[in-house]
């Protein structure tokens, strides 16, 4: 059974489904989602052009929710920020960009590892996160699939009970 998760009242979260825990680590299935996805060669640029989007800058002028986690993916030629749209949301009804930066589609069912961390996020607590999840993922035998994908649940104004998580895509068979 799939579980949305509520924080902070009314912020709709990304479902998923958690498979089985592994030590720190967990084994999740998503579900197909929808996003509105930013590449740029600096990391955390397109956070303002994805607020637009979601506030009305839109082929719809549509307020959409602000929902979590934030998606982010960093790597040497090419850092990305996806924002994950409201479960109503499918291919035919999400408004498009306007701006031409943006990128909304559907984003594919799959397996994850995952593995939680508090507090601010950073390179460092990244590097160390991810390189735990990769040791127990070669510990259990779990082929990863992907780039890791850093998952950003609170605002930058929220100073406690923080939370963050790595997100490895794995091949998994039940």
């Known amino acids: 059974m799939i579980s949305t998760k509520i924080i902070m009242a009314q ?3 990304q479902p998923y489904e958690i498979i089985k825990k592994i030590e720190d680590g967990e084994i999740r299935y998503y579900p197909p989602i929808m996003v ?3 590449k740029s060669r600096n990391p955390g640029s397109g956070f303002g052009k994805l607020f637009n989007y979601i506030s009305g800058n839109n082929n719809a002028n549509t307020k959409i929710a602000m929902t979590t986690p934030v998606h982010i993916k ?7 920020m996806s924002f994950v749209l409201p479960r109503k949301f499918n291919p035919e009804s999400a408004p498009l960009p306007i701006d031409e930066s943006i990128k909304v589609y559907e984003k594919e069912s799959g397996y994850y590892a995952a593995i939680r961390y508090s507090g601010y996020t ?3 607590k990244e590097r160390l996160f991810s390189r735990k999840l990769q040791n127990i993922l070669k510990k259990f035998e779990i082929k990863t699939s992907g780039e890791e994908v850093i998952l950003v649940y609170n605002s930058p104004y929220r100073f406690i009970n923080r ?6 895509p794995i091949i998994y068979e039940n």
């Not at 939370?163 to 490895?168: H, M, R, Y």
């Open 122 to 124: 950073n390179e460092s």
């Open 74 to 80: 960093k790597n040497e030629d090419e850092n990305s």
């Open 11 to 13: 912020t709709e979260t």
């Open 36 to 38: 509105a996805e930013h």
């Open 163 to 168: 939370k963050n998580e790595i997100l490895i």
